[in-house]
C-alpha cells in the first residue's frame, strides 16, 4: 500500500506560481511512477503531468509545458510539481497517483491516489 498526502494549494492571482507537493508514506516510493492529475468543478480528472521512477522521464499535458514543472525527491519519498504563469483555467482539485507499473496519462492505470489539494487562480 501506498499513501500519498498532497499539499501546497492554495489562492493565486494569474500570473503567480505555486508548488505543490505529494508526501508518499511507503519506503520504497522511489520504485513508483507518479502522477499529477487535476479535476475542475463539473469536469472529469484529466491528466497534469508524470514522472517515471525508472529513469525520471516526465510527460506533461500540452496545456501546461512551458509552466510546470514536476519531480521528485527520493529521499524524502516526495513529488513535487511547480506551477507558474498559473491560468484561472487552472483551478481545480490537483491529486496526486502513484503506480508501480504504469506512467502516462490514463487515469484508470495508476493504483494509488491522493485525497487532492485545492488550486483556485483568481483573473
Known amino acids: 500500500q501506498v499513501q500519498l498526502v498532497e499539499s501546497g494549494g492554495g489562492l493565486v492571482q494569474a500570473g503567480g506560481s505555486l508548488r505543490l507537493s505529494c508526501a508518499a508514506t511507503?519506503?520504497?516510493?522511489?520504485?513508483?511512477?507518479m502522477g499529477w492529475f487535476r479535476q475542475a468543478p463539473g469536469k472529469e480528472r484529466e491528466f497534469v503531468a508524470a514522472i517515471s521512477w525508472t529513469d525520471d522521464s516526465t510527460y506533461y499535458t500540452d496545456s501546461v509545458k512551458g509552466r510546470f514543472i514536476i519531480s521528485r525527491a527520493n529521499a524524502e519519498n516526495t513529488v513535487y510539481l511547480q506551477m507558474s504563469r498559473l491560468k484561472p483555467e487552472d483551478t481545480a482539485v490537483y491529486y496526486c497517483?502513484?503506480?508501480?507499473?504504469?506512467?502516462?496519462?490514463?487515469?484508470?492505470?495508476?493504483?494509488?491516489w491522493g485525497q487532492g489539494t485545492q488550486v483556485t487562480v483568481s483573473s
Open positions: 497517483a502513484a503506480d508501480r507499473w504504469y506512467v502516462g496519462d490514463r487515469r484508470d492505470e495508476y493504483d494509488y
Open positions: 511507503r519506503r520504497t516510493f522511489s520504485s513508483y511512477h
